[in-house]
């Protein structure tokens, strides 16, 4: 599935409430308190995946308070942009900034409250692991916080996602690949930032693997792209760079091979290259051996490229044949 709705309206009075429920379990949000009589709340949701699995979901509705955990988490974090409403955030005893128009982010699993004082809609955001993790030294010092957008990029990008909010029903999943690189590429340089997440108090190094892991980005459809290469370049020994990359919990060459990965698999998944043979697309992203990519994409991914190209061919079929009911 890539995209799916909720709509109270659709529903009897008496099951609001539950079919409300369910759509946040869907989502792995945890219980809901209504400001009003179950019997009077009504709320949507619009749900659509990425073809690298990040989750967009626009909700509105009446007001509400969610509080508590939820827990088997598969997405290590979250983000939502605050469109329109009255909100509160309060997490371990202390109320944080969520003012309309902003940003607010967590580790998944973390209990908390938001509550929401008027009717409201939002956009929330879970990030898949292989979308940030690799890039970053630390994944795990990500704390609970907030970004105010008023101005640069911050404002940038939620212009960005504010857009895609108000075109969600419209937009099918081969046309969110731009999306969702901008996404990872804002985390990365701005979110973990801000959330302070280093590695042995080194914002050097925060700087140094950054700058390598876009290095590497840059190069990854040159076959000859190795780790002697990166260290020449940055003037650094391929010790260090090891070492930075093994502190992120993975090794240069693993990184490289799934960032390779990823890049294929988006093509493998988008009618744009429908065009280009499996190899092709493993021989454009730096892999010389289109055996051996099989065998690895099908380590990583669960499925052989072919049958994964296929799966996303028919997954967009139903989508279409869905809208055009």
Not at 154 to 166: A, D, G, I, K
Not at 308 to 323: C, F
Request: neutral net charge; charged residues 20%; proline residues 4%.
């Amino acid at each position: 599935m890539t995209s799916w709705k909720v709509s109270t309206d659709d529903c009897s009075v008496k099951e609001r409430a539950r079919i409300w429920q369910r759509a946040m379990d869907k989502l792995y949000m945890p219980s809901c308190e209504f400001g009003c009589n179950e019997n009077q709340f009504h709320g949507d949701i619009s749900c659509v995946y990425t073809p690298m699995g990040v989750e967009f979901s626009v909700m509105s509705g009446s007001p509400l308070e969610i509080s508590g955990k939820s827990d088997n988490q598969p997405y290590p974090f979250w983000m939502a942009l605050l469109l329109e409403g009255e909100f509160s955030l309060k997490y371990q005893g202390t109320e944080l900034p969520a003012a309309e128009g902003s940003m607010i982010y967590a580790p998944t699993g973390v209990d908390m409250t938001l509550s929401v004082k008027s009717e409201f809609k939002m956009l929330y955001i879970k990030v898949p692991k292989n979308l940030v993790n690799t890039r970053l030294l630390n994944p795990s010092l990500i704390n609970v916080g907030h970004l105010p957008c008023e101005s640069g990029i911050n404002h940038v990008f939620s212009s960005m996602l504010t857009s895609l909010s108000q075109n969600i029903d419209e937009l099918e999943t081969s046309m969110l690949r731009p999306v969702e690189i901008a996404l990872s590429e804002f985390i990365v340089s701005n979110l973990i930032h801000e959330s302070g997440v280093q590695e042995f108090g080194s914002t050097a190094k925060i700087l140094h693997f950054k700058r390598i892991c876009q290095l590497i980005d840059a190069n990854l459809a040159d076959p000859a792209l190795s780790l002697n290469m990166v260290a020449e370049k940055y003037k650094v020994s391929s010790r260090y760079i090891q070492k930075l990359f093994e502190s992120g919990g993975i090794s240069f060459v693993n990184y490289v091979r799934l960032r390779r990965l990823e890049r294929c698999r988006c093509e493998l998944g988008n009618p744009q290259y429908s065009h280009l043979s499996v190899s092709d697309i493993c021989f454009r992203w730096g892999f010389n051996d289109a055996g051996h990519f099989s065998r690895t994409f099908r380590t990583a991914f669960g499925q052989t490229p072919r049958d994964y190209r296929r799966e996303q061919v028919a997954n967009l079929k139903n989508e279409a044949a869905l809208v055009a009911v």
